[in-house]
């Protein structure tokens, strides 16, 4: 897919999309080295856009892993069909918010990796919370989630633009939560790292 096909994807369906522009190659590398990826046996994907960090896990992944991937937009659901023939990946058009039943329905009881590019920003505040409260039961001791955050941070609450901080909310659901900013991405971005509590 092309950066302009994405853009008007992205402009005619900024909800969803919640981006301008596919991630950048630095951002995927951020989003994938807190961890190591060779004795994931599952691996989670929420909002895989065009794949441009599902290719980088791919790269990485064990050959017997299993990568599911959430993708609700249609036109980009028919790019990942098109462009990705990989055996591990288990493509669904689905919103994340079904990851449970998703997961269930294959018989997957617990993730080792999630990877998501959601934009919580523009989710109401107990839409996220039921997100994060859908997947915890899937976590284990060991489990890594990494989350991105454009740098602005801007939400709409209640008719009003202000800035979301992740923090807070990841905070109550992962025992640590660190994060650094990725400057060469457009636009530039905070990549949080949150490990799961010990069980």
């Given at each position: 897919m092309?950066?302009?096909t994405?853009?008007?994807?992205a402009?005619?369906?900024f ?8 991630s950048s ?13 060779a004795?994931t046996?599952?691996?989670l994907?929420?909002g895989a856009g065009?794949?441009?960090i ?8 064990p050959?017997?892993?299993k990568?599911l ?5 249609p036109?980009?659901f028919e790019?990942?069909?098109q462009?990705?023939s990989?055996?591990?990946v288990?493509?669904?058009?689905s919103?994340a918010?079904?990851l449970?039943a998703?997961?269930r ?15 919580l920003?523009?989710?109401p ?6 997100l994060?409260?859908?997947l915890?039961?899937f976590?284990?001791h ?8 454009y740098i602005h ?8 633009l202000?800035?979301l ?7 109550r659901y992962f025992?640590?939560v ?5 400057w ?11 490990h799961?509590?010990?069980?």
């Amino acid at each position: 897919m092309s950066l302009k096909t994405f853009v008007a994807e992205a402009l005619n369906n900024f909800q969803t999309v919640a981006a301008i522009s596919p991630s950048s190659r630095f951002l995927a590398t951020a989003m994938l080295e807190p961890r190591t990826l060779a004795r994931t046996r599952v691996a989670l994907e929420l909002g895989a856009g065009t794949g441009a960090i599902t290719r980088a896990l791919l790269a990485q992944l064990p050959p017997r892993a299993k990568l599911l991937v959430f993708e609700i937009n249609p036109r980009f659901f028919e790019c990942l069909q098109q462009s990705i023939s990989d055996p591990r990946v288990i493509l669904i058009n689905s919103s994340a918010e079904n990851l449970d039943a998703e997961l269930r329905r294959r018989g997957i009881q617990k993730v080792d990796a999630v990877i998501s590019s959601l934009g919580l920003a523009f989710m109401p505040e107990d839409d996220r919370q039921a997100l994060f409260q859908r997947l915890s039961p899937f976590l284990h001791h060991k489990s890594v989630f990494t989350q991105f955050q454009y740098i602005h941070g801007m939400q709409f609450v209640g008719g009003r633009l202000c800035r979301l901080n992740l923090r807070p909310l990841l905070s109550r659901y992962f025992g640590s939560v660190q994060s650094k900013i990725v400057w060469r991405n457009l636009p530039p971005a905070f990549v949080f790292t949150c490990h799961a509590r010990s069980q």
